[in-house]
T-cell receptor, first 112, second 111 residues
Framework: EAQVTQNPRYLITVTGKKLTVTCSQNMNHEYMSWYRQDPGLGLRQIYYSMNVEVTDKGDVPEGYKVSRKEKRNFPLILESPSPNQTSLYFCASRGDGYQPQHFGDGTRLSIL | EDQVTQSPEALRLQEGESSSLNCSYTVSGLRGLFWYRQDPGKGPEFLFT???AGEEKEKERLKATLTKKESFLHITAPKPEDSATYLC????????????FGTGTKLQVIP
C-alpha cells in the first residue's frame, strides 16, 4: 500500500529539548515537504526537498532543520523547540510532474 | 506571491441540500489546482486535479470546475459522511513547482 508514515503521532515535550519527527514514503517519490497546520492559517510549508541531498526553505523555516540522505526518508528536526512550535505537522510526498501530494496522518506536537 | 482564498470558511447544510465551495487564486503560471478532503486528526486526502480553464472532474456527489481565476467544488445532495474540511491548493510553474494551500472550508452536513 502506498503511504507516507510519520512518527511519533503525538508528542508532548519541554522547551529546549531536541526532537526529531521521522517521515518515510514507499512510493519512490522525488519531492517531499514538511508543513505545519495552525487554526486560521492553513497549511504552511516549512521545508521541501526535490531529491536526495537537495533541500530548501519553505515559508516558515525558522527553528527547523531537515535532511534528505535517502530518497524515502525526510526527518524534521527541532534543535531547541519553543512553545510557538506547538502545532500539527504533516509530511507529504509527490512524484515528478504535476502530481498531487500524498500526506501522512500528522504529528501533533505540544511544546511546554 | 501565489495566493489561494477559500470561501466560505464554514458551511452547514441539511442532508440533500446542494451547494458550492469557492477557491479563488492568483498564481505565477498555474500547472495544476488540487482539491483535498481532510477529516479531523487525519492528513489531507486527494480528490481532484484540474489543469486548465474549462476542465471538470466528478466523483460521486462531488464535481470540481476551473476558470482562470477560481475553482468551485459542487456538492450535490450531500450526506453526513461528506462532512469534512475541503482544501484547495495550486501548483505553480516555478523551478520547484511550489504548492500553496488555502485555509479550507469546513463543511458540516446535518442528517
Amino acid at each position: 500500500e502506498a503511504q507516507v508514515t510519520q512518527n511519533p503521532r503525538y508528542l508532548i515535550t519541554v522547551t529546549g529539548k531536541k526532537l526529531t519527527v521521522t517521515c518515510s514514503q514507499n512510493m519512490n517519490h522525488e519531492y517531499m515537504s514538511w508543513y505545519r497546520q495552525d487554526p486560521g492559517l492553513g497549511l504552511r510549508q516549512i521545508y521541501y526537498s526535490m531529491n536526495v541531498e537537495v533541500t530548501d526553505k519553505g515559508d516558515v523555516p525558522e527553528g527547523y532543520k531537515v535532511s534528505r540522505k535517502e530518497k524515502r526518508n525526510f526527518p524534521l528536526i527541532l534543535e531547541s523547540p519553543s512553545p510557538n512550535q506547538t502545532s500539527l505537522y504533516f509530511c507529504a510526498s509527490r512524484g515528478d510532474g504535476y502530481q498531487p501530494q500524498h500526506f501522512g496522518d500528522g504529528t501533533r506536537l505540544s511544546i511546554l | 506571491e501565489d495566493q489561494v482564498t477559500q470561501s466560505p470558511e464554514a458551511l452547514r447544510l441539511q442532508e440533500g441540500e446542494s451547494s458550492s465551495l469557492n477557491c479563488s487564486y492568483t498564481v505565477s503560471g498555474l500547472r495544476g489546482l488540487f482539491w483535498y478532503r481532510q477529516d479531523p486528526g487525519k492528513g489531507p486526502e486527494f480528490l481532484f486535479t484540474l489543469y486548465s480553464a474549462g476542465e471538470e472532474k466528478e466523483k460521486e456527489r462531488l464535481k470540481a470546475t476551473l476558470t482562470k481565476k477560481e475553482s468551485f467544488l459542487h456538492i450535490t445532495a450531500p450526506k453526513p459522511e461528506d462532512s469534512a474540511t475541503y482544501l484547495c491548493a495550486v501548483l505553480n510553474s516555478g523551478g520547484y513547482q511550489k504548492v500553496t494551500f488555502g485555509t479550507g472550508t469546513k463543511l458540516q452536513v446535518i442528517p
